[in-house]
């Protein structure tokens, strides 16, 4: 039971035990900053420009794999790619290529 309510799943992000940052924190804002500004501002999915308040961060390898809050790991996406690789239309093998990517 989380939160007095049984059955509640969060995603691997909201969990507040996954030794990640939380994600209303300055910190985490600055690092998803860092990572938009790396990536050009642009989405690594179909290349949309993005305004600040349009990025989907997304990890790689995801925080559900053990992926961590650090720049070499967060990737900026639109939210309709973001959708799309958690659905798996989209494959993670986007982020294998791209510049600081451990491989």
């Known amino acids: 039971m989380i939160l007095g309510i049984p059955n509640i799943k969060f995603h691997p992000c909201l969990k507040p035990d996954n030794g990640n940052l939380p994600r209303n924190s300055k910190a985490w ?58 659905s798996g239309e989209l494959s993670n093998k986007i982020f294998k290529t791209q510049k600081g990517v451990k491989k």
């Open 29 to 86: 804002k600055e690092l998803v900053t860092e990572a938009w500004e790396r990536d050009n501002r642009h989405c690594l999915g179909c290349g949309k420009y993005l305004n600040r308040n349009e990025i989907a961060p997304h990890h790689y390898p995801t925080v559900g794999a053990g992926g961590k809050d650090v720049l070499s790991g967060i990737f900026s996406l639109c939210k309709s790619c973001h959708l799309k690789i958690d």
